[in-house]
Protein backbone atom coordinates (compact mmCIF):
# COMPACT_ATOMS: atom_id res chain seq x y z
CA UNK A 1 0.00 0.00 0.00
CA UNK A 2 1.56 3.33 -0.68
CA UNK A 3 2.62 5.57 1.88
CA UNK A 4 -0.70 7.91 2.98
CA UNK A 5 1.03 11.59 2.06
CA UNK A 6 -0.44 15.11 1.88
CA UNK A 7 1.36 16.99 -1.39
CA UNK A 8 1.02 20.66 -1.11
CA UNK A 9 2.65 23.07 -3.06
CA UNK A 10 3.46 26.31 -2.03
CA UNK A 11 2.64 28.77 -5.15
CA UNK A 12 5.45 31.36 -4.11
CA UNK A 13 7.80 28.85 -4.71
CA UNK A 14 6.78 26.43 -6.95
CA UNK A 15 8.22 23.77 -4.44
CA UNK A 16 6.51 20.63 -3.45
CA UNK A 17 6.11 18.84 -0.39
CA UNK A 18 4.97 15.49 0.77
CA UNK A 19 3.58 15.31 4.74
CA UNK A 20 2.39 11.95 6.02
CA UNK A 21 -0.24 11.81 6.94
CA UNK A 22 -0.96 9.33 10.04
CA UNK A 23 -4.43 8.84 11.65
CA UNK A 24 -6.26 11.24 9.36
CA UNK A 25 -3.78 13.42 10.85
CA UNK A 26 -0.84 15.91 9.64
CA UNK A 27 2.13 16.29 12.00
CA UNK A 28 2.10 20.84 12.48
CA UNK A 29 5.71 20.47 12.67
CA UNK A 30 6.01 18.69 9.12
CA UNK A 31 5.22 22.40 7.61
CA UNK A 32 8.06 23.89 9.28
CA UNK A 33 9.67 22.87 6.33
CA UNK A 34 7.78 25.27 3.70
CA UNK A 35 9.81 27.62 3.70
CA UNK A 36 9.97 30.65 1.14
CA UNK A 37 13.97 30.82 1.83
CA UNK A 38 15.32 28.14 3.28
CA UNK A 39 15.59 30.14 6.65
CA UNK A 40 13.70 30.73 9.53
CA UNK A 41 10.88 28.61 11.57
CA UNK A 42 9.29 28.28 8.43
CA UNK A 43 4.92 27.82 7.64
CA UNK A 44 2.69 27.59 10.91
CA UNK A 45 -0.85 26.47 11.07
CA UNK A 46 -3.15 29.38 12.57
CA UNK A 47 -5.91 27.79 14.73
CA UNK A 48 -7.23 30.01 17.14
CA UNK A 49 -9.83 28.08 19.78
CA UNK A 50 -8.03 24.57 18.61
CA UNK A 51 -10.79 24.30 16.18
CA UNK A 52 -9.02 21.76 13.93
CA UNK A 53 -5.85 20.83 16.20
CA UNK A 54 -5.38 18.04 17.75
CA UNK A 55 -3.02 18.47 20.77
CA UNK A 56 -2.51 14.83 21.78
CA UNK A 57 -3.25 11.46 21.30
CA UNK A 58 -5.79 9.74 23.37
CA UNK A 59 -6.97 6.40 23.71
CA UNK A 60 -9.67 7.86 26.70
CA UNK A 61 -12.84 8.88 25.14
CA UNK A 62 -14.19 9.25 21.76
CA UNK A 63 -16.37 11.41 20.21
CA UNK A 64 -18.61 11.67 17.16
CA UNK A 65 -20.31 14.87 16.99
CA UNK A 66 -21.76 14.49 13.79
CA UNK A 67 -23.19 11.01 14.80
CA UNK A 68 -23.80 12.22 18.91
CA UNK A 69 -21.66 8.89 20.01
CA UNK A 70 -19.51 9.61 23.00
CA UNK A 71 -17.48 6.30 24.44
CA UNK A 72 -15.10 5.92 27.14
CA UNK A 73 -12.60 3.33 26.23
CA UNK A 74 -14.67 1.72 24.13
CA UNK A 75 -17.88 2.10 25.81
CA UNK A 76 -21.03 3.81 24.86
CA UNK A 77 -21.82 6.29 27.35
CA UNK A 78 -25.78 4.95 27.48
CA UNK A 79 -24.83 1.21 28.26
CA UNK A 80 -22.33 2.87 31.40
CA UNK A 81 -24.97 5.27 32.81
CA UNK A 82 -27.53 2.25 32.90
CA UNK A 83 -25.26 -0.47 34.24
CA UNK A 84 -21.97 1.13 35.90
CA UNK A 85 -21.70 3.18 39.35
CA UNK A 86 -19.42 6.18 38.68
CA UNK A 87 -16.69 4.79 40.66
CA UNK A 88 -16.21 2.28 38.55
CA UNK A 89 -16.58 4.00 35.38
CA UNK A 90 -13.48 6.44 36.73
CA UNK A 91 -11.65 2.99 37.57
CA UNK A 92 -11.84 2.57 33.88
CA UNK A 93 -11.41 6.27 32.76
CA UNK A 94 -8.05 5.55 34.88
CA UNK A 95 -6.74 2.16 34.02
CA UNK A 96 -8.25 1.28 31.00
CA UNK A 97 -10.45 -1.48 31.64
CA UNK A 98 -13.57 -2.07 33.91
CA UNK A 99 -12.38 -2.95 37.35
CA UNK A 100 -13.51 -7.19 38.55
CA UNK A 101 -15.50 -7.68 41.95
CA UNK A 102 -11.71 -8.07 43.66
CA UNK A 103 -10.51 -4.57 41.66
CA UNK A 104 -13.34 -2.96 42.59
CA UNK A 105 -13.78 -3.75 45.97
CA UNK A 106 -9.88 -2.46 46.58
CA UNK A 107 -10.50 0.94 44.75
CA UNK A 108 -14.10 1.92 46.18
CA UNK A 109 -11.97 0.94 49.97
CA UNK A 110 -8.52 3.28 48.61
CA UNK A 111 -11.43 5.66 47.66
CA UNK A 112 -13.62 6.06 50.72
CA UNK A 113 -10.56 5.92 53.11
CA UNK A 114 -9.41 8.97 51.58
CA UNK A 115 -12.12 11.02 51.93
CA UNK A 116 -11.00 12.71 54.87
CA UNK A 117 -9.50 16.35 54.79
CA UNK A 118 -6.73 17.97 57.08
CA UNK A 119 -8.52 19.88 59.94
CA UNK A 120 -6.47 22.89 58.28
CA UNK A 121 -8.60 22.87 55.42
CA UNK A 122 -11.57 23.69 57.23
CA UNK A 123 -10.08 26.63 58.95
CA UNK A 124 -8.78 27.72 55.07
CA UNK A 125 -12.63 27.57 54.17
CA UNK A 126 -14.00 29.53 56.89
CA UNK A 127 -11.62 32.40 55.55
CA UNK A 128 -13.89 32.50 52.62
CA UNK A 129 -16.79 34.87 52.78
CA UNK A 130 -20.40 33.77 53.56
CA UNK A 131 -21.35 34.33 50.33
CA UNK A 132 -18.57 33.17 48.29
CA UNK A 133 -19.13 30.84 45.27
CA UNK A 134 -18.48 27.46 46.30
CA UNK A 135 -16.53 26.86 43.09
CA UNK A 136 -14.22 29.78 43.89
CA UNK A 137 -13.97 28.11 47.03
CA UNK A 138 -13.24 24.71 45.71
CA UNK A 139 -10.58 26.26 42.80
CA UNK A 140 -9.11 27.74 45.81
CA UNK A 141 -9.12 24.44 48.63
CA UNK A 142 -8.33 21.78 46.06
CA UNK A 143 -4.88 23.85 45.05
CA UNK A 144 -4.23 24.72 48.78
CA UNK A 145 -4.23 20.47 48.96
CA UNK A 146 -0.97 20.57 47.17
CA UNK A 147 0.63 22.22 50.07
CA UNK A 148 -1.04 19.24 52.52
CA UNK A 149 0.87 16.71 50.16
CA UNK A 150 4.41 17.52 49.18
CA UNK A 151 4.72 13.81 47.51
CA UNK A 152 2.11 14.90 45.05
CA UNK A 153 5.29 16.57 43.11
CA UNK A 154 6.90 13.11 42.39
CA UNK A 155 4.56 12.83 39.20
CA UNK A 156 7.48 10.77 37.28
CA UNK A 157 6.52 7.56 40.34
CA UNK A 158 3.45 5.86 39.51
CA UNK A 159 2.83 4.48 43.14
CA UNK A 160 2.71 8.21 44.03
CA UNK A 161 0.26 9.37 40.63
CA UNK A 162 -2.03 6.38 41.92
CA UNK A 163 -2.26 8.21 45.63
CA UNK A 164 -3.04 11.70 44.44
CA UNK A 165 -5.57 10.31 41.93
CA UNK A 166 -7.07 8.37 45.11
CA UNK A 167 -7.24 11.96 47.18
CA UNK A 168 -8.30 13.72 44.06
CA UNK A 169 -11.29 11.77 43.53
CA UNK A 170 -12.07 11.00 47.51
CA UNK A 171 -11.38 14.24 48.53
CA UNK A 172 -13.55 16.80 45.91
CA UNK A 173 -16.91 15.68 46.98
CA UNK A 174 -16.08 16.58 50.90
CA UNK A 175 -14.18 20.01 49.82
CA UNK A 176 -17.47 20.75 47.81
CA UNK A 177 -20.30 19.88 50.61
CA UNK A 178 -17.62 21.74 53.31
CA UNK A 179 -18.01 24.94 50.75
CA UNK A 180 -21.63 24.71 50.49
CA UNK A 181 -22.04 24.20 54.39
CA UNK A 182 -19.41 27.06 54.76
CA UNK A 183 -22.01 29.08 52.87
CA UNK A 184 -25.25 28.60 54.95
CA UNK A 185 -23.42 28.14 58.22
CA UNK A 186 -24.13 24.75 59.16
CA UNK A 187 -21.67 22.57 60.89
CA UNK A 188 -19.50 20.35 58.08
CA UNK A 189 -20.93 17.03 58.00
CA UNK A 190 -17.98 14.24 57.75
CA UNK A 191 -17.44 11.63 55.60
CA UNK A 192 -19.76 8.34 56.01
CA UNK A 193 -17.74 5.07 54.80
CA UNK A 194 -20.68 2.90 54.80
CA UNK A 195 -22.29 5.04 51.89
CA UNK A 196 -21.34 5.04 47.94
CA UNK A 197 -19.68 7.81 46.81
CA UNK A 198 -22.98 9.35 45.56
CA UNK A 199 -24.87 8.71 48.89
CA UNK A 200 -21.77 9.79 50.66
CA UNK A 201 -22.00 12.79 48.98
CA UNK A 202 -25.59 13.99 49.68
CA UNK A 203 -24.82 13.32 53.46
CA UNK A 204 -22.12 15.55 53.51
CA UNK A 205 -24.45 18.15 52.07
CA UNK A 206 -27.03 17.36 53.95
CA UNK A 207 -27.04 15.93 57.30
CA UNK A 208 -28.71 17.93 59.90
CA UNK A 209 -29.12 15.84 63.52
CA UNK A 210 -30.09 12.72 62.84
CA UNK A 211 -27.34 10.01 63.83
CA UNK A 212 -27.42 8.81 60.37
CA UNK A 213 -28.14 10.29 56.90
CA UNK A 214 -30.50 7.87 54.68
CA UNK A 215 -30.39 9.21 50.95
CA UNK A 216 -33.16 8.55 49.13
CA UNK A 217 -31.72 5.65 46.55
CA UNK A 218 -33.60 7.56 43.59
CA UNK A 219 -31.90 10.95 43.94
CA UNK A 220 -28.70 8.86 44.93
CA UNK A 221 -28.41 7.12 41.51
CA UNK A 222 -29.27 9.77 39.57
CA UNK A 223 -26.57 11.70 41.17
CA UNK A 224 -24.37 8.95 40.04
CA UNK A 225 -25.76 8.83 36.72
CA UNK A 226 -25.04 12.48 36.06
CA UNK A 227 -21.43 12.32 37.69
CA UNK A 228 -21.20 9.38 34.93
CA UNK A 229 -21.84 11.86 32.18
CA UNK A 230 -19.80 14.54 33.30
CA UNK A 231 -16.51 12.39 33.56
CA UNK A 232 -14.80 12.76 30.63
CA UNK A 233 -15.36 14.61 27.33
CA UNK A 234 -11.69 14.25 25.42
CA UNK A 235 -10.19 17.97 24.87
CA UNK A 236 -12.39 20.23 26.17
CA UNK A 237 -11.66 23.70 27.81
CA UNK A 238 -10.90 22.52 31.11
CA UNK A 239 -9.68 19.29 30.74
CA UNK A 240 -6.86 20.71 28.14
CA UNK A 241 -5.89 23.24 30.74
CA UNK A 242 -5.33 19.97 33.16
CA UNK A 243 -2.64 18.73 30.37
CA UNK A 244 -1.31 21.80 30.03
CA UNK A 245 -0.58 22.44 33.21
CA UNK A 246 0.38 18.75 34.24
CA UNK A 247 2.63 19.20 30.97
CA UNK A 248 4.66 21.77 33.32
CA UNK A 249 5.08 18.94 35.57
CA UNK A 250 3.15 20.95 38.13
CA UNK A 251 1.41 18.50 41.08
CA UNK A 252 -2.15 17.21 40.24
CA UNK A 253 -3.68 19.24 42.66
CA UNK A 254 -2.52 22.51 40.83
CA UNK A 255 -3.45 21.25 37.85
CA UNK A 256 -7.02 20.34 39.13
CA UNK A 257 -6.94 24.12 40.35
CA UNK A 258 -6.37 25.34 37.34
CA UNK A 259 -8.86 22.74 35.05
CA UNK A 260 -11.62 23.47 37.91
CA UNK A 261 -10.82 27.42 37.30
CA UNK A 262 -11.26 26.75 33.57
CA UNK A 263 -14.57 24.28 34.26
CA UNK A 264 -15.89 27.76 36.50
CA UNK A 265 -16.58 30.08 33.13
CA UNK A 266 -20.35 30.20 31.94
CA UNK A 267 -19.74 28.97 28.25
CA UNK A 268 -18.47 25.69 29.89
CA UNK A 269 -19.05 23.91 33.36
CA UNK A 270 -20.94 27.45 34.64
CA UNK A 271 -23.72 26.94 31.61
CA UNK A 272 -25.94 24.46 33.55
CA UNK A 273 -26.12 27.40 36.46
CA UNK A 274 -26.64 30.00 33.82
CA UNK A 275 -29.45 27.49 32.02
CA UNK A 276 -31.63 27.64 35.23
CA UNK A 277 -31.16 31.25 35.70
CA UNK A 278 -32.32 32.02 32.46
CA UNK A 279 -35.46 29.05 33.13
CA UNK A 280 -36.20 31.31 35.86
CA UNK A 281 -36.09 34.35 34.12
CA UNK A 282 -38.25 33.02 31.15
CA UNK A 283 -40.50 32.44 34.00
CA UNK A 284 -43.03 30.85 32.10
CA UNK A 285 -44.21 28.91 28.89
CA UNK A 286 -46.07 32.24 27.20
CA UNK A 287 -43.01 34.20 27.30
CA UNK A 288 -40.35 31.57 25.22
CA UNK A 289 -41.69 32.82 21.58
CA UNK A 290 -40.27 36.67 23.12
CA UNK A 291 -37.15 35.16 24.51
CA UNK A 292 -36.54 33.05 21.39
CA UNK A 293 -36.82 36.19 18.61
CA UNK A 294 -34.10 38.18 21.36
CA UNK A 295 -31.91 34.86 20.97
CA UNK A 296 -32.81 34.88 16.60
CA UNK A 297 -31.97 38.54 16.77
CA UNK A 298 -28.24 37.97 18.34
CA UNK A 299 -28.72 39.83 21.55
CA UNK A 300 -28.35 36.37 24.18
CA UNK A 301 -27.75 32.79 23.53
CA UNK A 302 -30.10 30.38 24.95
CA UNK A 303 -28.14 28.68 27.68
CA UNK A 304 -28.17 24.82 27.39
CA UNK A 305 -28.01 25.36 23.83
CA UNK A 306 -25.11 24.18 21.52
CA UNK A 307 -21.97 22.37 21.38
CA UNK A 308 -18.73 22.64 19.61
CA UNK A 309 -18.52 19.01 18.90
CA UNK A 310 -21.81 17.68 18.43
CA UNK A 311 -23.99 19.19 15.64
CA UNK A 312 -26.54 16.53 15.45
CA UNK A 313 -27.77 15.73 19.49
CA UNK A 314 -25.18 15.53 22.44
CA UNK A 315 -26.04 11.92 23.44
CA UNK A 316 -25.85 12.72 27.57
CA UNK A 317 -28.47 15.12 26.94
CA UNK A 318 -30.82 11.87 26.14
CA UNK A 319 -29.87 9.85 29.04
CA UNK A 320 -30.47 13.16 31.31
CA UNK A 321 -34.22 13.35 30.36
CA UNK A 322 -34.97 9.94 31.41
CA UNK A 323 -33.17 10.96 34.74
CA UNK A 324 -35.13 13.95 34.58
CA UNK A 325 -38.53 12.14 34.65
CA UNK A 326 -37.25 9.46 37.39
CA UNK A 327 -36.05 12.61 39.91
CA UNK A 328 -39.45 14.48 39.86
CA UNK A 329 -41.22 11.65 39.86
CA UNK A 330 -40.01 11.29 44.17
CA UNK A 331 -39.20 15.22 43.99
CA UNK A 332 -42.30 16.64 42.33
CA UNK A 333 -43.27 17.90 38.97
CA UNK A 334 -41.11 21.65 38.45
CA UNK A 335 -42.70 23.86 36.94
CA UNK A 336 -39.13 25.27 34.95
CA UNK A 337 -39.37 21.84 33.27
CA UNK A 338 -42.17 22.27 31.62
CA UNK A 339 -40.39 25.56 30.63
CA UNK A 340 -37.68 23.99 29.46
CA UNK A 341 -39.48 21.10 27.84
CA UNK A 342 -41.03 23.57 25.29
CA UNK A 343 -38.28 25.49 25.11
CA UNK A 344 -36.94 22.59 23.30
CA UNK A 345 -39.71 21.65 21.40
CA UNK A 346 -39.73 25.95 19.98
CA UNK A 347 -36.42 25.79 19.57
CA UNK A 348 -35.62 22.47 17.50
CA UNK A 349 -37.89 24.01 15.44
CA UNK A 350 -36.65 27.09 14.57
CA UNK A 351 -35.18 27.68 11.43
CA UNK A 352 -32.01 29.97 13.60
CA UNK A 353 -31.47 26.84 15.45
CA UNK A 354 -31.80 24.10 13.08
CA UNK A 355 -29.42 26.17 10.56
CA UNK A 356 -26.84 26.89 13.28
CA UNK A 357 -27.52 23.08 14.43
CA UNK A 358 -28.02 23.77 18.13
CA UNK A 359 -29.11 20.88 20.01
CA UNK A 360 -29.85 20.82 23.66
CA UNK A 361 -26.35 20.09 25.29
CA UNK A 362 -25.71 17.92 28.54
CA UNK A 363 -26.40 20.97 30.49
CA UNK A 364 -29.68 21.64 29.74
CA UNK A 365 -31.55 19.44 31.54
CA UNK A 366 -28.81 18.73 34.43
CA UNK A 367 -29.56 21.82 36.30
CA UNK A 368 -33.39 20.76 36.55
CA UNK A 369 -32.30 17.63 38.27
CA UNK A 370 -29.96 19.23 40.85
CA UNK A 371 -32.45 21.92 41.58
CA UNK A 372 -35.00 18.98 41.99
CA UNK A 373 -32.44 17.49 44.13
CA UNK A 374 -32.02 20.10 46.09
CA UNK A 375 -29.02 21.54 45.23
CA UNK A 376 -28.37 25.53 44.77
CA UNK A 377 -27.67 26.94 41.55
CA UNK A 378 -24.03 27.69 42.73
CA UNK A 379 -23.53 24.21 43.09
CA UNK A 380 -24.09 23.28 39.87
CA UNK A 381 -20.31 23.47 38.49
CA UNK A 382 -18.77 22.49 41.42
CA UNK A 383 -21.17 19.01 40.46
CA UNK A 384 -19.87 19.30 37.31
CA UNK A 385 -15.83 19.09 38.82
CA UNK A 386 -16.69 16.41 40.56
CA UNK A 387 -18.13 14.13 38.01
CA UNK A 388 -14.76 15.75 35.82
CA UNK A 389 -12.03 14.73 37.99
CA UNK A 390 -11.72 11.48 37.08
CA UNK A 391 -11.61 12.25 33.48
CA UNK A 392 -8.58 15.33 34.06
CA UNK A 393 -6.32 12.97 36.03
CA UNK A 394 -6.88 10.17 33.20
CA UNK A 395 -5.78 12.95 30.56
CA UNK A 396 -3.38 13.95 33.30
CA UNK A 397 -1.70 10.96 33.82
CA UNK A 398 -2.03 9.83 29.91
CA UNK A 399 -0.13 13.21 29.08
CA UNK A 400 2.49 12.65 31.56
CA UNK A 401 3.50 9.05 30.09
CA UNK A 402 3.02 10.13 26.27
CA UNK A 403 6.28 9.84 25.13
CA UNK A 404 5.52 12.51 22.42
CA UNK A 405 4.34 15.14 24.40
CA UNK A 406 6.76 17.80 25.99
CA UNK A 407 5.46 21.22 27.53
CA UNK A 408 2.55 22.63 26.08
CA UNK A 409 4.03 25.97 24.41
CA UNK A 410 1.83 27.30 21.02
CA UNK A 411 3.37 29.43 18.22
CA UNK A 412 1.38 32.62 17.74
CA UNK A 413 1.04 35.05 14.31
CA UNK A 414 2.88 38.22 15.84
CA UNK A 415 0.07 41.17 14.96
CA UNK A 416 2.23 44.12 16.77
CA UNK A 417 4.43 46.73 16.05
CA UNK A 418 7.84 46.35 14.50
CA UNK A 419 10.89 47.32 16.06
CA UNK A 420 10.79 50.66 17.68
CA UNK A 421 12.72 53.00 19.84
CA UNK A 422 11.85 55.21 23.13
CA UNK A 423 12.64 58.89 22.49
CA UNK A 424 16.35 60.13 23.16
CA UNK A 425 17.53 56.39 22.64
CA UNK A 426 20.41 55.91 20.68
CA UNK A 427 19.91 53.44 17.61
CA UNK A 428 23.08 51.10 16.70
CA UNK A 429 24.47 52.05 13.21
CA UNK A 430 22.83 49.55 11.33
CA UNK A 431 19.64 50.89 11.95
CA UNK A 432 20.36 54.16 10.91
N1 LIG B 1 -27.74 30.34 21.35
C1 LIG B 1 -27.83 31.08 20.22
N2 LIG B 1 -26.92 31.08 19.23
C2 LIG B 1 -25.86 30.26 19.39
C3 LIG B 1 -25.71 29.45 20.52
C4 LIG B 1 -26.70 29.50 21.51
N3 LIG B 1 -26.62 28.75 22.61
N4 LIG B 1 -24.57 28.74 20.40
C5 LIG B 1 -24.02 29.09 19.24
N5 LIG B 1 -24.80 30.01 18.63
C6 LIG B 1 -24.58 30.60 17.31
C7 LIG B 1 -23.54 31.71 17.39
O1 LIG B 1 -24.13 32.97 17.65
C8 LIG B 1 -22.89 31.62 16.04
O2 LIG B 1 -23.76 32.26 15.12
P1 LIG B 1 -23.20 33.05 13.82
O3 LIG B 1 -22.34 32.04 13.08
O4 LIG B 1 -24.44 33.45 13.11
O5 LIG B 1 -22.40 34.18 14.39
C9 LIG B 1 -22.90 30.14 15.73
O6 LIG B 1 -24.00 29.59 16.48
C10 LIG B 1 -21.64 29.39 16.12
O7 LIG B 1 -21.35 29.73 17.49
P2 LIG B 1 -19.90 29.62 18.12
O8 LIG B 1 -19.87 30.38 19.40
O9 LIG B 1 -18.89 29.95 17.07
O10 LIG B 1 -19.82 28.08 18.39
P3 LIG B 1 -18.77 27.38 19.33
O11 LIG B 1 -18.62 25.99 18.82
O12 LIG B 1 -17.53 28.19 19.47
O13 LIG B 1 -19.50 27.42 20.74
C11 LIG B 1 -20.68 26.89 22.68
C12 LIG B 1 -19.99 26.34 21.42
C13 LIG B 1 -19.70 27.75 23.49
C14 LIG B 1 -21.09 25.70 23.57
C15 LIG B 1 -21.93 27.72 22.27
O14 LIG B 1 -22.84 26.91 21.54
C16 LIG B 1 -22.62 28.40 23.45
O15 LIG B 1 -22.21 29.49 23.86
N6 LIG B 1 -23.66 27.71 24.04
C17 LIG B 1 -24.31 28.24 25.21
C18 LIG B 1 -23.48 27.91 26.45
C19 LIG B 1 -23.55 26.44 26.80
O16 LIG B 1 -24.62 25.83 26.85
N7 LIG B 1 -22.38 25.87 27.13
C20 LIG B 1 -22.27 24.47 27.56
C21 LIG B 1 -21.49 23.69 26.57
S1 LIG B 1 -21.48 22.01 27.00
C22 LIG B 1 -20.36 21.90 28.22
O17 LIG B 1 -19.44 22.68 28.43
C23 LIG B 1 -20.51 20.77 29.07
Same mark, same amino acid.
Request: glycine content about 8%.
Given at each position: ?????????????????????????????????????????????????????????????????????????????????????????????????????????? &?? %??????? /??????????????????????????????????????????????????????????? /???? +??????????????????????????? &????????????????? $???????? +??????????????????????????????????????????????????????????????????????? $????????????????????????????????????????????????????????????????????? +????????????????????? &???? &???????? %??????????????????????????? +??
Amino acid at each position: MPEETLSVVDNRTGRRYEIPIRDGAIPATELQKITTDGAGTGMMSYDPAFLNTASCRSAITYIDGERGILRYRGYPIEELADKSSFLEVAYLLIHGELPDPEQARE &WV %EAITHHT /LLHENIKKLIDGFHHDAHPMGILVGTVGALSTFYPDAKDISKAESRRLQILRLIAKMPT /LAAF +AYRHAIGMPFAYPDSDLSYSGNFLNMM &WKATELKYEPNPVLERA $LDVLLILH +ADHEQNCSTNVMRAVGSSHADPFSATAAASAALYGPLHGGANEQVLRMLKEIGSISRIPEYVKRVRAGELR $LMGFGHRVYKNHDPRARIIKKVADDVLAVTGRSPLLDIALEMERVALADDYFIKHRLYPNVDFYSGIIY +AAIGFPVDMFPVLFAIGRTPG &WLAQ &WQEGLLDP %EQKIARPRQVYTGPAERHLPGVRQPAA +AR
